[in-house]
């Protein structure tokens, strides 16, 4: 089966097939042409020689996907979402983990630069991708990441400023006016925003307080930090705002592990609405991401660089989840 029986059965040109099979034939070919060509290529059971389209376009249409580790759900859905648009566009995606998102991560290029078309990167820390930049020239898009960075081809950011803003506001209309905030230790863009949200939304009301602890990503770190941080002198704190959901599970450790009660003594919130928030007891109260939509997005913003189009700029809209680990706090 070739594009030149497409084209006959279609009652088309061959070159008309190429246009459309190629994603080339807008402007050039009307859609009910484009609509009745691949319907055509279905019903055939037609497939692209894509060897031979590739060597002719100078693509290798594969994609380098860089995530700070393959142990959390957030990034294997991003990849998910990459995926997804990558194949319905004859694109592969090869995901390549960063140490933790800290770095540096070792620069893949001397092996596979001349395999790759294009790099994503999602949520990386400040200093991990120094080795990745410059990486043959070719486009970089960021996901979750500092828009203000003049390498990157393209930014896909989720309104993480407002994720924030909203649960903060969330927990002041239930009464809490003494908070933690349980940060992440690693030093990148999605953290710093979360951060500053959360204290200038404090800080517009004058009796609110927030202490900041730090901890690794992981639960038990979270758990000595949250220990400490309702151990410590003066009045316990009543809200527990995690930069996202395994850390707020460390918390909810760190809660009943000193004879107290989650949402009844303190309320834990989390970030990110993964498959844990709703296997705590009581569920988590979180902001969800879509990180299907981010990857999916982030694919397409490639693609777009790739053929010289602009990327979709605006933010991804984010969603409070408010569930059990949250309520008024105590009376006093």
């Known amino acids: 089966m070739t594009s030149r029986d497409v084209a006959r059965a279609a009652g088309v040109s061959q070159a008309t097939v190429s246009l459309v099979l190629g994603d080339k034939w807008r402007g050039r070919v009307s859609e009910r042409t484009a609509a009745a060509v691949r319907t055509t290529a279905e019903e055939l059971g037609y497939r692209p020689n894509l060897a031979a389209r590739n060597l002719r376009l100078g693509r290798t249409r594969t994609a380098l996907l860089v995530v700070p580790a393959l142990t959390n759900e957030f990034f294997a859905r991003v990849y998910t979402g990459a995926a997804r648009v990558a194949a319905e566009n004859g694109f592969g995606v090869v995901l390549y983990p960063s140490p933790e998102g800290v770095g540096p991560a070792r620069d893949p290029f001397d092996s596979a630069r001349a395999s790759l078309d294009g790099v994503i990167a999602s949520s990386m820390a400040a200093d991990a991708l120094a080795a990745m930049r410059g990486g043959g020239g070719l486009p970089l898009v960021m ?141 988590l109260t979180t902001v969800r991401l879509p990180a299907e939509e981010v990857g999916e997005r982030g694919m397409a913003a490639l693609l777009a660089v790739l053929d010289g189009r602009p990327a979709e700029a605006a933010a991804v809209p984010v969603e409070l989840m408010s569930r059990g680990s949250t309520a008024p706090p105590p009376a006093v």
């Open 143 to 283: 996901l979750d990441s500092d828009p203000a960075d003049p390498e990157a081809a393209a930014t896909v950011n989720l309104d993480i400023a407002d994720g924030m803003r909203r649960m903060t506001e969330y927990l002041l209309g239930l009464g809490h006016r003494r908070f933690v905030h349980l940060a992440s230790a690693v030093d990148s863009w999605t953290f710093r925003v979360r951060s500053r949200a959360l204290a200038e939304t404090l800080g517009s009301v004058p009796e609110a307080v927030v202490r900041t602890e730090h901890a690794a990503l992981d639960v038990d770190a979270a758990r000595h930090a949250a220990e400490r941080a309702l151990s410590g002198p003066g009045h316990r704190p009543t809200a527990l705002v995690c930069d996202d959901d395994i850390l707020a599970a460390g918390a909810c450790k760190a809660v009943r592990r000193l004879g107290l009660r989650v949402p009844e003594d303190v309320s834990v919130t989390g970030f990110d609405d993964l498959a844990l928030a709703t296997a705590l007891e009581p569920e």
